[in-house]
């Protein structure tokens, strides 16, 4: 049951060689037996998974089922979603029961998913290892040594360790692709815009997307099916026409330019991991794909860019956590500036009252033009960099991360070093493109992501090119020993 794609999921369930009852049942032990170990869920409520699944079972019999209808599916505690705590990894937000469905969590009501639980994250999705989470580090199934990555690791190790059969999570600077790299699965930043924000809380919202996280490209294009789509409650959501992403999947790679980054294999980029990445390449060469040298000449330019606006973006949208509206309040104060102050101290953990502080700071009046305004301009030369390489080219190829999966520890008192992790995917999220990471080989026993990026709203072809590459190769397939 734990290799099954989600359409072949499908199909037993139509065939009625199990329910969706019974299928939540074996992922809810499943997540009983290992997660204590990996901590990949912070809130689990099998109540709650299995009225799901028994409506789904309704709906099941009377043929008004569609693909996903009783899968379960993992859900990052960022998403907020009715009657369930949410809390996107954060005391601050550790009593918070959403009283609303985020869009994206609508969605997948709508279609008759099981939410199989809420998984661990680091606070407020600011992270690269899933060590800021309030609820403890999440490991990595393939070495319980090593971090998963993040800020979506919960859902990383829950599909890494077949916890789930799909999940969801968020990319702000590489939340789901860098993870994904970590993990060993497929994982999709859509087309800032293509997913609705509504209900998703917010980190850095000029940045923020939600998107499938996998096994393989085609889970993944089942659940954006579901996921993507125009939203009056987000004023960011895009009017894209509606799309089918499963319908391309088969098309042939021939003939299709893939863009290869100088900038993305120098100083910096692991040599194994390198060599795993040239090896892909050579993949798609033989694919009849052609390989075009391109340049991004600002990418060393992303992570300073990002960690003036992203912070910027999160010192504001932080500010509503002041401890007299909803989540945490300080137990003991004096008087109302000395509870705001309190609250805060207490409620945010390091991380985030860094990123606070750096926001507050780079948005200052005096320093506003020096760093944010500066940071946007060359935000827009990001962005110009990508349009133009996409003059040469469909696609664009390079590694997700520098390095495989790292220990724990090794990089949480070094900022700097963390921030790192994302310097291959940083610069889709301030261009607003999309980026997806899949299997592409293992290091030392530990799996090595491959990066696609893709044109606005070239989500479909980004997954054929993926499918292509998993129907050659295997690495998807692979999971860590002990999961079976
Ligand atoms: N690692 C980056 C950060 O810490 C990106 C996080 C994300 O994509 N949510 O901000």
């Known amino acids: 049951m734990i290799n099954l794609s989600l359409k072949s999921l499908n199909q037993g369930l139509l065939e009625k060689k199990f329910s969706s009852v019974e299928l939540t049942q074996f992922f809810l032990e499943r997540v009983q037996k290992y997660n204590t170990d990996i901590n990949a869920f912070i809130t689990i409520d099998e109540e709650k998974s299995l009225a799901q699944a028994k409506h789904a079972d309704t709906l099941i019999q009377s043929g008004k089922q569609s693909l996903l209808t009783g899968i379960p599916v993992a859900q990052k ?33 709508q279609v008759g998913a099981v939410n199989l639980g809420k998984t661990n994250m680091d606070e407020f999705a600011m992270g690269s290892s899933n060590e800021t989470s309030y ?18 690791g919960g859902s990383a190790a829950a599909i890494a360790a077949r916890l789930a059969p799909a999940a969801t999570g968020t990319d702000t600077g590489g939340s789901i692709r860098q993870p994904a790299s970590l993990c060993g699965f497929s994982g999709l930043k859509p087309t800032y ?49 509606k799309e089918d992403y499963l ?120 320093y506003y033009d020096a760093y944010y305004l500066k940071a946007q301009k060359i935000r827009q030369l990001i962005s110009n960099d990508f349009k133009k390489a996409f003059q040469q080219c469909d696609v664009i190829m390079g ?45 030392n026993n530990l799996p090595v992501g491959l990066q696609l990026i893709g044109n606005y709203f070239k989500e479909s072809q980004m997954l054929n090119v993926a499918h292509a590459f998993q129907q050659e190769t295997d690495w998807h397939q692979k999971v860590p020993k002990g999961v079976i």
């Open 135 to 152: 609820y403890g580090p999440v490991k990595n199934p393939w070495n319980h040594d090593l971090v998963p990555g993040g800020s979506s």
């Open 193 to 241: 815009g293509l997913v609705s924000r509504f209900g998703m809380i917010a980190f850095a919202s000029s940045l923020d997307q939600a998107g499938p996280m996998a096994p393989s490209a085609e889970d993944c294009a089942v659940l954006l099916n579901v996921m993507a789509g125009h939203d009056e409650k987000d004023s960011t959501s895009i009017n894209h026409d």
């Open 77 to 109: 505690d960022i998403f907020c979603a009715a009657g369930w705590r949410t809390t996107c990894g954060s005391l601050m937000l550790d009593n918070f029961i959403a009283p609303y469905n985020a869009t994206v969590i609508d969605k997948f009501n």
């Open 399 to 443: 590694p997700s991360a520098p390095s495989v999966a790292f220990k724990a520890n090794e990089k949480k008192s070094d900022p700097l070093a963390m921030y790192l992790q994302d310097i291959y995917t940083i610069s889709t999220n301030l261009a607003g493109l999309p980026g997806m990471s899949i299997p592409a080989g293992m290091v």
């Open 247 to 366: 319908v391309n999947l088969d098309q042939s790679v021939k003939g299709l330019r893939i863009g290869v980054p100088k900038e993305f294999f120098e100083e910096g980029l692991d040599g194994q991991v390198q060599q795993v990445i040239e090896d892909a390449l050579n993949t798609y060469k033989k694919m009849g794909a052609e390989l075009i040298d391109i340049s991004l000449p600002n990418t060393h330019l992303a992570i300073p860019v990002y960690y003036v606006i992203a912070p910027a973006e999160a010192s504001s949208n932080l500010s509503r956590y002041d401890g007299v509206r909803y989540g945490y309040r300080a137990k003991e104060y004096d008087d109302l500036m000395d509870m705001y102050f309190k609250t805060r101290q207490q409620g945010f953990g390091e991380e985030v009252k860094r990123r606070i502080l750096i926001g507050t700071y780079v948005l200052s009046a005096g």
